[in-house]
């Protein structure tokens, strides 16, 4: 199958490419993304034929109803990188948690964060593309504090791929920043920035806009690809977990066949929600999505009001950092897909120079019809992690924000599955505040030791041995040194 463009085509690039395009170099005309050109509906019977196979069969199949141009081998090889989660046959357990609400737990992969359930098998199929091609790639990437380590872990001594992974010192939890800092591959670079995770940001999307930049790399042969979920490479792999919560409810005899689910998702660039309406669209029973959010409420807004306005808007720092943010890529897919490649390039257009754009009435209530959004702020999170605690669950403050779309949001009597994203270990400074009902700063090592044996859990090893292991990157740069260190490193 091929790919166009959400924003039109500008006469310059193919009208429609194939997947291994679309993956290798994700920016299209105008700015927009590459989307399917068709989204195939697989009905009911998909569903029944998959209660007996394992997850990677589910997303061997579901890869294959788009028809990728990827050999049935290297899909296998990608997917069997979930061979390393907690359960291989499982990768994504889904937990009761209440009478008609669940938790789709996303974290049971090699850095403990949904990242890894799309990098892992994304990152192969990547590296063995340009291996096939014989090119060289460079894959640069900002990070608050998730998709870092994810990506590093995915591409560590890949063939054809180079990751320079920028995060904002100080801005990260020492977990993270320790499992960025200690992850050994020759092909991979750390860099710590001066700055917050906008000034992180803001200094890649220069680089690539620079031409002497880009000079030096066509000088070594190098082309620059992107591995965030504006690559549709990642999306494909995150509509397979939206089935296997299905699936599992009915193995559960939770609900019977056709029956619909709410999926409540915490969402920032709308990737992992996004994989939902696309599952919804290709069959899968769902009543709506429940989009929360934190106090960075744009997506509530655009989903509430029909308005996207970023003007005179400041990021707030939360205890849901992943969930930080103003412009939001993903939704962009979604307007494509409702509104059609001219009025979405028109909306773009807008965002990117008035700061702004406005659906009308008739839009919005399309949109309505899929979606539902809320958000909560870090109190609530707090008292949420603290109450489930009590009745014998624990989450992390990211999922926490789910719980306010389960109880407001939802208008009928159906099952929830709620996406939980980060592991306990990844944010237990905030889990330990919320268990002692108090604000103290404490340090990862710490609340990671105090929660353990309060609660009588175990540390998965790979986040325990970040605390011994040898420090490989210790670069700590202003972002005016930027291109230099980079080059260097090339
Ligand atoms: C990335 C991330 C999110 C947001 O996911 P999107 O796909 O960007 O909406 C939520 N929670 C955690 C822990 C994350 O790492």
């Not at 195939?40 to 007996?52: S, Y």
Request: negative net charge.
């Amino acid at each position: 199958m091929s790919f166009i463009e959400t924003r039109g085509n500008d006469g310059i690039r193919a009208r429609e490419v194939e997947f291994s395009d679309a993956i290798l170099n994700p920016s299209s005309s105008f700015g927009g993304l590459y989307v399917p050109k068709e989204i195939p509906n697989l009905g009911t019977d998909f569903i029944t034929k998959h209660l007996n196979t394992t997850y990677k069969e589910l997303a061997f199949d579901i890869l294959k109803a788009f028809k990728i141009d990827i050999d049935d081998d290297t899909i296998s090889e990608a997917l069997s990188l979930y061979d390393s989660f907690d359960n291989p046959n499982n990768p994504s357990p889904v937990v009761k948690i209440k009478d008609d609400l669940f938790v789709n737990e996303q974290y049971h992969g090699p850095t403990r964060a949904f990242k890894d359930m799309a990098l892992q098998p994304f990152g192969s199929i990547l590296s063995s593309v340009a291996k096939k091609r014989g090119e060289q790639y460079l894959i640069l990437a900002a990070t608050s504090g998730d998709t870092g380590p994810a990506a590093l872990n995915t591409f560590k001594n890949k063939e054809g791929i180079k990751v320079v992974c920028l995060y904002p010192d100080g801005g990260t939890s020492d977990v993270q920043r320790l499992q960025m800092v200690t992850e050994n591959g020759k092909n991979l670079k750390v860099i710590g920035i001066n700055g917050n995770f906008d000034d992180a940001q803001n200094a890649l999307k220069n680089l690539l806009s620079s031409q002497s930049f880009k000079d030096e790399l066509q000088k070594d042969g190098i082309k620059l690809s992107a591995a965030n979920s504006v690559n549709f490479g990642r999306i494909i792999f995150q509509i397979v977990y939206h089935f296997q919560s299905y699936l599992e409810l009915l193995r559960q005899n939770e609900i019977t066949l056709g029956e619909k689910i709410y999926i409540d998702v915490p969402s920032g660039n709308f990737g992992n929600v996004l994989g939902a309406y696309y599952a919804q669209k290709m069959g899968l029973p769902i009543e709506k999505m429940l989009v929360a959010s934190n106090e960075n409420n744009i997506l509530t807004q655009w989903l509430t009001l029909g308005i996207y306005d970023i003007r005179g808007k400041e990021l707030k720092l939360t205890k849901s950092p992943a969930m930080d943010i103003l412009k939001s890529s993903n939704i962009e897919r979604v307007i494509y897909d409702i509104c059609g490649a001219f009025r979405t390039k028109e909306l773009m257009d807008n965002l990117n120079e008035k700061g702004y754009f406005e659906h009308t009435k008739e839009e919005l209530a399309v949109l309505n019809k899929y979606f539902a959004a809320t958000y909560s702020d870090d109190i609530y999170g707090q008292k949420t992690i603290k109450s489930f605690v009590d009745a014998g669950y624990l989450m992390d403050p990211h999922t926490a924000t789910c719980i306010k779309a389960y109880e407001d949001l939802k208008t009928k009597d159906l099952k929830t599955v709620i996406y939980s994203t980060a592991e306990w270990t990844k944010f237990s400074p905030t889990v330990l505040n919320a268990l002692n009902e108090d604000d103290k700063s404490y340090s990862d090592e710490v609340a990671l030791k105090e929660i353990s044996s309060k609660l009588d859990l175990e540390i998965p090893k790979t986040i325990n041995d970040l605390f011994t292991s040898e420090i490989l990157h210790d670069t700590i740069i202003d972002i005016k040194d930027l291109e230099k260190e980079i080059i260097s490193f090339l």
